[in-house]
């Protein structure tokens, strides 16, 4: 009798143990990486999220090591309302990718598909209902947040400093002003210091020149 109590205590501590162990161990996102940033006004970003999702990353007693599957789903809140972005494949790896998100703030959400649909088969919600209610609900297991900043638009201007007074002259002279990207400019591939270069001993023609700045962006122009 004595070594029965015994045997069923043990197996009550270890579904004790194994359950404390459990509820330690949840699917959380460890991070989100912009792994390729906006670089020129306009563009995308792309965008990892790296997902604990060993529910018992070192197996001790009473502990299996199980793996959730789960769905991303991108929120971006706006002035009025948070709206889905995108939402990727239910999966149950450690990593999942979100592609093609432009500037602005978003929401990263992993969460149990099924149960999210059937809680909210509609999922376009006021700003604070989003808040205060979808971020707590059950059938989101964890969420981050990132914020995507894009350069000002690359843009220039030419303003003319001098003209060319007679026939087969090459006095004239023009000046570039660059706004917006990021510096250091260059322009047909020279590198300028500032945001600004002056054209000189130019003779009447039409001049086609292009901007470009550290990130690659560019922007053309051609000027008589």
Known sequence: MMKKLLLLSSVLLLVLFSTNLKAQYTITIDSVVATNPISCFGDFADIDVYVDNDTCPVPPLGCVSSFVPYQLKVFKPGAFATVPYLSSSVTTGNQVTANNLGEGFYYMLIVDSIAFVTAYPAPFFSNSQFINSVLSDPSV????????????????????????????????????????????????????????????????????????????????????
């Open 141 to 224: 297991f964890s969420y981050d947040t990132i914020s995507l900043n894009e350069p000002d638009s690359l843009r220039h201007s030419v303003n003319q400093l001098s003209f060319n007074q007679c026939f087969g002259d090459c006095d004239a002279s023009q000046e570039i002003s660059i706004l917006g990207g990021t510096l250091p400019y260059s322009i047909d591939g020279v590198n300028i210091s500032g945001a600004a270069d002056t054209l000189t001993n130019l003779c009447a023609n039409t001049y086609s020149f292009v901007v470009s700045d550290a990130n690659g962006c560019s922007t053309s122009s051609s000027s008589p």
